[in-house]
Each structure stands twice: as structure tokens, then as C-alpha cells.
Antibody, heavy 117, light 110 residues
Framework: QVQLQESGPGLVKPSGTLSLTCAVSGGSISSTDWWSWVRQPPGMALEWIGKIYHSGTTNYNPSLKSRVTMSVDKSMNHFSLQLSSVTAADTAVYYCTRDSSNYYDYWGQGTLVTVSS | QSALTQPASVSGSPGQSITISCTGT?????????VSWYQQHPGKAPKLMIYDVSNRPSGVSDRFSGSKSGNTASLTISGLQAEDEADYYCSSYRSGSTRVFGGGTKLTVL
């Protein structure tokens, strides 16, 4: 049973960089699956941020592409998200997920990141 | 990146059936058989209910079913139960190897 756990600061200052890590357990990040980040602003809908393969190949949401960087650390079995130049609009619960052939079958519990000074 | 279109809310009485629609374009829902549906209870992570338009993961009740016609996918819940009250989201592969979610539908069991 794959388990995902997000970690990172819960508070980020405006114009700063949001950094989160997702630890994968119960499975290898080097499997044939992709790994995605999804976010959900309070009271709003889910939004796909992007995905990464263990090779480092990425695909990002075009609306966020200029600010997003994803990376993978196979030795630690985790992957990471960086979102730069954040504003209050980036306040959301951030989920990491396993992207298995175009659907998300495993999700982390989510972590709330608030952008505020 | 525009989201897929879902009704904001639907409701039904216990035992009834309801259907939630998810409308996209030929670049996503209509052009690929990669539509999935998620159930989200308040304060919880989404849960996969349907994948590849009409397939149910192991452990998901057969009261949940999915279909697609043209640019619109649908999730049907039959024999509505109180525990089905939640938010539901559709998702689709979109050309260019990206993904897109719907705006979400709040299901109320009366």
C-alpha cells in the first residue's frame, strides 16, 4: 500500500518561494508511475499543478509554468515542489498524489500553506 | 487553463439516483478516455471513485458508475446513501500531456 506524506512550511511570505516535499513509502518512486501535485484553495476546487517522472521529466499547468519547479530524489524516495513569487492567491491545501495512467489513485493527507506577511 | 464544467450542486433523496455531468472539449474529455472521478468529504483528501471513464477501483461500491458521450462525462450514483454526501470532482487528461479538474459538485442527500 503506497503512502504519501507532504511536509514543509505552513506559512510563506508574499513574493517568497513555497517549498514542499512528498515522501513516498510502500512503493518506489522509480516505478512506472508519475507523481503529481494538486492544490485546493479554501472553499474552492482542485487545481492540477504539475507532474514529474523519476527521470526528472516534468509537465506543468500552463497557468503556473513560469513559477513552478518540480524535482525528484530517488535516493530519498521523495519528490518536491517549489512555487516562486507567491501571493495570497497561492494559499491552499497542497496534495501530492500518484499519477497512475492519467488518474490519481493515492493521495497524501494534504498540507495547508498560507501566504501572509 | 480553463476547468471542466460541472454543476455547482445536485441533490437527491436516499435510495434515488443522481447524475453529475462534466463537460469539456475535444482536447480533453471528448478526445481521450482518461476521465476520472473523485469524492471528497470535508477536511479529507479526495478519493478515486472512477477511472478511465467507467472503471471502478477495488473497494468502490458498484452503486457508482461512469460514462461518456462526446465532450461530456457523467458520474451516476444509484441507491443514494447519506454517506454519499460530499463534493465530487472530475478530471481529464488534456492534450499536451497536462491534466485538468472540474469545478466540483456538492452532492446533498436530502
Amino acid at each position: 500500500q503506497v503512502q504519501l506524506q507532504e511536509s514543509g512550511p505552513g506559512l510563506v511570505k508574499p513574493s517568497g518561494t513555497l517549498s514542499l516535499t512528498c515522501a513516498v513509502s510502500g512503493g518506489s518512486i522509480s516505478s512506472t508511475d508519475w507523481w503529481s501535485w494538486v492544490r485546493q484553495p479554501p472553499g474552492m476546487a482542485l487545481e492540477w499543478i504539475g507532474k514529474i517522472y523519476h527521470s526528472g521529466t516534468t509537465n506543468y499547468n500552463p497557468s503556473l509554468k513560469s513559477r513552478v519547479t518540480m524535482s525528484v530524489d530517488k535516493s530519498m524516495n521523495h519528490f518536491s515542489l517549489q512555487l516562486s513569487s507567491v501571493t495570497a492567491a497561492d494559499t491552499a491545501v497542497y496534495y501530492c498524489t500518484r499519477d497512475s495512467s492519467n488518474y490519481y489513485d493515492y493521495w497524501g493527507q494534504g498540507t495547508l500553506v498560507t501566504v501572509s506577511s | 487553463q480553463s476547468a471542466l464544467t460541472q454543476p455547482a450542486s445536485v441533490s437527491g433523496s436516499p435510495g434515488q439516483s443522481i447524475t453529475i455531468s462534466c463537460t469539456g472539449t475535444s482536447s480533453d474529455v471528448g478526445g481521450h478516455n482518461s476521465v476520472s472521478w473523485y469524492q471528497q468529504h470535508p477536511g479529507k483528501a479526495p478519493k478515486l471513485m472512477i477511472y478511465d471513464v467507467s472503471n471502478r477501483p477495488s473497494g468502490v461500491s458498484d452503486r457508482f458508475s461512469g460514462s461518456k458521450s462526446g465532450n461530456t462525462a457523467s458520474l451516476t450514483i444509484s441507491g443514494l446513501q447519506a454517506e454519499d454526501e460530499a463534493d465530487y470532482y472530475c478530471s481529464s487528461y488534456r492534450s499536451g500531456s497536462t491534466r485538468v479538474f472540474g469545478g466540483g459538485t456538492k452532492l446533498t442527500v436530502l
